[in-house]
């Protein structure tokens, strides 16, 4: 079985930064895209940041230029690096993985969440 554990959230003023981690552990073989989704209260999970193995990214147009994200692939760890927050940051926060195990095929893998609030 594979674990994603997220770390990093929290409640942050206008303009200040946070970081997330997010550590897959498990019988793993192999990681392809990772990933961070948001979801805010009424609103559906939106794809936020992802990062191939190769360390393409991609961003949602609105973390654009505040938002990095990187990975760590010896240590199976992913991060988002939030800058420049704002009040519309504010949601629950998840890590995605694909992941192939020594007893499975590639599957998706999802965290807790971790809750980011950003105050005006």
């Known amino acids: 079985q594979v674990q994603l554990v997220e770390s990093g959230g929290g409640l942050v003023q206008a303009g200040g930064s946070l970081r997330l981690s997010c550590a897959a552990s498990?019988?793993?073989?192999?990681?392809?895209?990772m990933d961070w989704y948001r979801q805010a209260p009424g609103k559906q999970r939106e794809l936020v940041a992802s990062i191939t193995s190769g360390g393409s990214t991609n961003y949602l147009d609105s973390v654009k230029g505040r938002f990095t994200i990187s990975r760590d692939n010896a240590k199976n760890t992913v991060y988002l690096q939030m800058n420049s927050l704002k009040p519309e940051d504010t949601a629950v926060y998840y890590c995605?993985?694909?992941?192939?195990?020594?007893?499975?095929?590639?599957?998706?893998?999802w965290g807790q969440g971790t809750q980011v609030t950003v105050s005006s």
């Open positions: 995605n993985a694909g992941v192939q195990t020594r007893f499975s095929r590639l599957n998706d893998y």
């Open positions: 498990g019988s793993i073989i192999r990681i392809n895209n």
